[in-house]
């Protein structure tokens, strides 16, 4: 399998934060968001690990990039549809891939 086919099996899609809320009860620091994914996929909930540089009133209404083929995974009572993309930043702590222009959400990364 080549790299181009293994990044051809991710379903990585741009969505819009339509909400986002303290997770406190995460082993580790993170928000619970709810992304628009567009017509086709709908609103997920994510945990993402990123309460270092964002903040709930941050990121509400910012486009985000997020892996939708995953399955869900449980953290605590929590259920995580998608993994919400980031890179670290100088001090290794997460930072939000994002499009730099506004684009219609649910639109796949090519």
Known sequence: MTAQD???????????????????????????LLIDLGPELGRKWSSAQITANYTPD??????????VNLGPRRIGSFVSDVLTLGVPDADGKVVLIAPDKAVPDGGRLY
């Open 6 to 32: 293994a990044l051809a099996m991710l379903d990585i899609r741009v969505g819009t934060i339509v909400e986002a809320l303290p997770f406190p009860e995460a082993r580790k620091p993170a928000l619970k």
């Open 58 to 67: 941050d990121v509400g209404g910012r486009q985000v990039l997020a892996v």
